[in-house]
């Protein structure tokens, strides 16, 4: 059974920016797409970004330019920077493989002065 588990959520300032990595414990990392995903508080879950197997990459149009998905297989980790953080940006970020039907837990990231 495969897990996800995100990580490197936490609080930051406006304008700032992280590093959100989400481990996969598998088999065939690889050979998977990769959504990440985003629930702020009372909304509902929103898709946030994509990457899939040979590393085409899909991006919501309200973090275009600020977000970026990448993979590294040889760790079996996906990642997602967000930069120019804003407080519309607070939420629990969670990764998916779709092939898989499964979900991390959520990493919280909080954007506030």
């Known amino acids: 059974q495969v897990e996800l588990v995100e990580s490197g959520g936490g609080l930051v300032q406006p304008g700032g920016s992280l590093k959100l990595s989400c481990t996969f414990s598998?088999?065939?990392?690889?050979?998977?797409?990769i959504h990440w995903y985003r629930q702020a508080p009372e909304k509902q879950r929103e898709w946030v970004a994509g990457?899939?197997?040979?590393?085409?990459?899909e991006y919501a149009d309200t973090v275009v330019g600020r977000f970026a998905v990448s993979r590294d297989n040889f760790k079996s980790t996906a990642y997602l920077q967000i930069n120019t953080l804003r407080s519309e940006d607070t939420a629990v970020y969670y990764c998916?493989?779709?092939?898989?039907?499964?979900w991390g837990k959520g990493t919280l990231v909080t954007v506030s002065a």
């Open positions: 998916n493989v779709p092939a898989l039907n499964s």
């Open positions: 598998g088999t065939f990392f690889n050979r998977y797409d």
């Open positions: 990457i899939t197997r040979d590393r085409r990459t």
